[in-house]
């Protein structure tokens, strides 16, 4: 894609100034609140927390936060210049609010549909001779039971999308037969294609971060993807044992490219971009389920009724002659 | 049109059961892989756990997410989508009315088939006892209040009494046959399991395959043994009166031979001995007309839409598929 490209449609996306900061430390979005005063604001929905607007739209809020650890990560506070975009379920633009509050910031957008929505946070800067950008992405499901589960409607909306004029994006792939119920779990493949200004970004850097800190680093292929395989994150005590427990994690992408140009009349001789975007998985269900016990229970029951109906027509033999009608 | 009612009046009413019902399992069972959706509303079972199979939804499983609602939250949006989902099952039920149980239900048709392999195999069925029988169909009752309450107080202290565990979400599913029987058609046994995350998981899937294993015998021994104890059959029973398919009975043509009665596979007595009702759904109805097949007085059953009968007993039907069942 021609480069006049991408920095006009990003002009677009990036209302206000691009003299951000790129921070040291991933930066990247939850939507988990800081404090329990903000929780209180906040309930569960298919597709993580939201808040209710008016009418009962669900209102999105999220919060940046800046380290590679989930567990660790402090809630950070955005730049006033920063740039953000959201993105609807057929790509259209919204304008989301940025907000700032003493435990931290983010932005805020309503989700009218049924979908997902794609928010952006991008700070730009130049370091050393090298521009340093940030690409913090949430792509965040709206979906409640309650407005149905046409499948016409959801098929058409499951596939991922990516956005012209944001120079390193992370997909996230959908897992076979994905809906908007499925959830991701510890031991499912989970595929992301890194693109850079809309093209697969080959040989990035991508890693992903658990809560607990595990991590993995892959080198993305020609096609610019990344698979992972969520591991266990999750060891409670058995008592404690909570199947909705929602493990995070963090997908980061670093990629170089030897570009020279200039920013606001900054030159620079490289460049360095860091996408981020974050997910849930949730514990898999073969750590609390078990086919075995069910089967036993159920032939226990089938074996006893049987018995218990041979017994009773041995005692009665004279009842229930069947009558062809 | 005298032809015309001739012929439909003599039909084979089991073979133009059995065909429609497996027009309407393929329908419910396959259809959403044809994309097709109904909607969340059905008064029938197309369980909601066959993914991506269901062509739409049982509506008892959006009552009890709905249903799952705090106080202050019933005069709001959410109190709308309880009304508009009941009013969607109503408008499916006044049409066809308990027919859903009769002619499309997955479940109830399950429980025909196995019938017809004990049949095919000369095992002898059961009946209950009159006793039992007004005891037991009193369950289906209890059971559709309790998948309306228990959501509720999940939801909603009540006398300062703690809310409800989460796992007892959906209380109703966690024991119905449906939920592991009806997916296996499309090869998904992950219902068949027992959930050991918490006492109360484990407790209701565990209940969930006991009663999945009395299903399977009960089924087998009894017609339409799930039936007797279904909530959704107790929710129809409280629009039956009004939809426009009716099942009616000239009192004074009836002999009372009893010969409907005991084609009736749900062992309603009323069948053959009320001669004072003009309509006769009884709550264990299905509406599957077997009654009015197997009656050979002329005129005394019927099976009308819109007060314009469309299958009547009649003395030369009846003789018709005697005849016909002889040869066989
Ligand atoms: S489990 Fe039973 S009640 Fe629940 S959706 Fe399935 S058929 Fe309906
Ligand atoms: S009563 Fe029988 S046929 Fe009717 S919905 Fe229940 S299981 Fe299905
Ligand atoms: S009363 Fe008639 S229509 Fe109703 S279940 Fe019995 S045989 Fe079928």
Redesign the interface.
């Known amino acids: 894609m021609a480069e006049w490209r991408y920095w006009v449609i990003g002009f677009v996306l990036l209302s206000g100034g691009l003299a951000g900061s790129a921070q040291a430390e991933p930066v990247w979005f939850s939507d988990q609140p800081p404090d329990a005063e903000w929780a209180k604001r906040a309930h569960h929905a298919h597709g993580g927390m939201i808040e209710r607007g008016r009418g009962g739209v669900y209102v999105k809020r999220l919060w940046l936060r800046a380290g590679g650890e989930p567990a660790s990560a402090v809630y950070t506070q955005p730049a006033d210049d920063a740039s953000f975009g959201v993105f609807g379920i057929d790509g259209e633009s919204l304008a989301p609010d940025l907000f700032k509050v003493a435990s931290g910031g983010g932005i805020t957008f309503p989700m009218p549909e049924e979908g997902f929505y794609n928010a952006y946070f991008i700070e730009r800067s130049v370091e050393d001779a090298v521009l340093k950008t940030s690409i913090v992405k949430a792509e965040v499901l709206k979906h409640s039971c309650g407005e149905g589960h046409d499948p016409k409607l959801t098929a058409s909306r499951m596939p991922p999308r990516d956005r012209a004029g944001v120079p390193l994006e992370i997909i996230r792939e959908r897992l076979p037969g994905e809906d908007f119920h499925t959830r991701i779990r510890s031991g499912d493949k989970v595929g992301f294609r890194v693109h850079y200004k809309g093209s697969p970004a080959a040989g990035a850097n991508v890693s992903l971060t658990t809560r607990e800190g595990w991590t993995k680093q892959v080198v993305a292929d020609a096609d610019g993807r990344a698979v992972f395989k969520l591991i266990r994150d999750y060891y409670p005590a058995w008592n404690d044992f909570d199947k909705r427990h929602h493990e995070a994690f963090l997908v980061t992408a670093e990629y170089r490219v030897e570009t020279p140009g200039e920013l606001n009349g900054t030159p620079f001789e490289k460049a360095h971009y860091r996408a981020t975007l974050p997910g849930i998985f949730y514990p898999s269900e073969v750590e609390y389920s078990s086919y075995l016990v069910g089967l036993i229970v159920a032939l226990i029951a089938a074996a006893l009724g049987a018995g218990g109906v041979f017994l009773y027509r041995l005692k009665h033999s004279r009842a229930g002659r069947e009558r062809l009608q | 049109m005298k032809r015309l009612r001739a012929f439909i009046n003599g039909a084979d009413i089991r073979r133009f059961r059995f065909w429609v019902q497996l027009g309407f399992f393929v329908l419910l069972v396959y259809g959403?892989y044809f994309?097709i959706?109904l909607?969340?509303s059905l008064p029938t079972f197309s369980c909601g756990f066959n993914?991506?199979g269901r062509a739409g939804?049982c509506y008892l499983l959006?009552l009890q997410?709905?249903t799952h609602i705090p106080w202050d939250s019933i005069i709001?949006?959410?109190g709308l989508?309880i009304l508009t989902g009941l009013l969607t099952f109503v408008a499916w039920l006044f049409v066809f009315n308990k027919a859903w149980c009769g002619y499309a239900c997955p479940l109830g048709t399950i429980q025909d088939w196995m019938t017809s392999l004990r049949?095919k195999l000369g095992i002898?069925?059961?009946?209950y006892s009159l006793d039992w029988f007004t005891r037991l169909k009193k369950i289906k009752y209890i059971l559709l209040i309790l998948l309306i309450v228990i959501p509720f107080l999940m939801a909603n202290s009540v006398a300062g009494l703690p809310t409800l565990p989460?796992d007892m979400g959906t209380p109703f599913c966690k024991i119905c046959p449906a939920r592991m029987v009806i997916p296996a058609f499309t090869g998904d046994?992950?219902q068949?399991?027992?959930?050991?995350?918490?006492g109360t998981?484990a407790t209701m899937?565990?209940l969930g395959?006991?009663?999945?294993?009395?299903f399977?015998?009960?089924g087998f021994?009894n017609k339409r043994f799930f039936c007797f104890f279904c909530p959704m059959s107790a929710l129809h029973s409280l629009f039956s009166k009004v939809a426009l398919l009716k099942l009616r009975k000239d009192g004074s043509k009836c002999t009372r031979c009893g010969d409907c009665y005991?084609?009736c596979d749900m062992q309603i007595k009323e069948i053959a001995d009320d001669v004072e009702s003009k309509t006769l759904i009884k709550d264990d109805c299905m509406m599957c007309f077997?009654c009015v097949a197997?009656c050979p007085e002329e005129g005394a059953l019927k099976a009308s839409f819109m007060g314009i009968p469309i299958y009547e007993s009649t003395e030369a039907g009846f003789f018709k598929r005697m005849t016909k069942?002889r040869k066989r």
């Open positions: 959403g994309l959706n909607g969340q993914q991506p939804v959006p997410h709905q709001s949006w959410r989508g049949q002898r069925y059961s009946t989460e046994f992950s068949w399991t027992v959930d050991f995350s918490t998981a899937t565990g395959m006991l009663v999945l294993g009395i399977f015998i009960g021994i005991r084609a077997k197997s069942r």
